[in-house]
């Protein structure tokens, strides 16, 4: 797993969390559907979660998804 996401318009992003990179992360509501939400839980999470960002260079959101080795790009559409 690279610690690095490459954005279409050839911005590198540091995809490492906590480190004031701004990252989002995504989080399927049925993971936090309990009573109680443990640090173990947190963790998991984390690990399992999409994360998301706008890349500051050209703005496109940029989703990573690391299960499964992924990365999606989304650019706003102005009509
Ligand atoms: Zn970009």
Redo the contacts with the bound molecule.
């Keep these: 797993m690279s610690s690095w996401v490459l954005?279409?318009?050839g911005?590198k992003l540091n995809k490492n969390l906590f480190a004031g990179n701004q990252w989002k992360i995504l989080v399927p509501e049925e993971s936090i559907d309990k009573d109680t939400v443990t640090d173990s839980d947190l963790n998991c999470i984390i690990v399992k979660s999409k994360i998301s960002k706008n890349?500051p260079?050209?703005g496109?959101l940029v989703v990573v998804d690391d299960q499964n080795n992924k990365v999606k790009y989304y650019k706003e559409l102005v009509v």
């Design positions: 954005c279409v318009c911005q890349c260079e050209c496109c």
